[in-house]
């Protein structure tokens, strides 16, 4: 990995990171509103009747009160659950209970389905620190969604769910990072 590359993505990592801690109750809550909206709308768009969704930690874009929707209009959503290898399980979240997962954001609790159950969705809903205008995403370092993407044969739409200012004109680019399909923001919905 080249040193520069790694750099300006912890600084640009730490910056978005220290954003979102910031943020207000009013702020955030305005932003879920939207972001519901959003996502609702991308649902609708694409047909989608089976999608994958992560649950948000404290500081991302809220993605309950939508999985929530979804659920209750029978689209099947599968949640990822990390694994030691850098891969992502999945799971239906039968059990309708969180757990920690292993880098420390939650996770649902359920049978897991194992890697390739994400082959079968309409529309992979990713979390990312930013996206820049060409559609590539930069996450938050673990690698597991550039992974997974990365390996499958044919993937569904991919949507990224950011801060309004976390669209941006570049961000920093490795060998392995994947872009996506699209981005969804409290104000708005971009296909790339």
Known sequence: MDSDI?????ALRAELRERRQNMTSAERDAATAGFTENLQNTVLDLS?????CYLSA???????PFVNWAEAQGIRVLFPVSRDDGLLDWTVGEDET???????VPEA????LGPIAINDVDLIIVPAAAVDR??????W????YDKTLGSMEKCPPVYA???????LDEVPREVHDQPVDGLVTPTRIIAF
Do not use: C, Q, W
């Open 6 to 10: 790694a750099h300006r993505k912890r």
């Open 48 to 52: 989608a009747r089976s999608i994958s």
């Open 58 to 64: 404290r500081t991302e874009p809220n993605t309950r």
């Open 98 to 104: 969180e757990v920690e997962g292993l880098a420390g």
């Open 109 to 112: 609790a359920g049978e897991l």
């Open 134 to 139: 060409t559609g590539l995403r930069m996450g």
């Open 141 to 144: 370092g673990r690698g597991y």
């Open 161 to 167: 769910v950011v801060f309004d200012g976390e669209y």
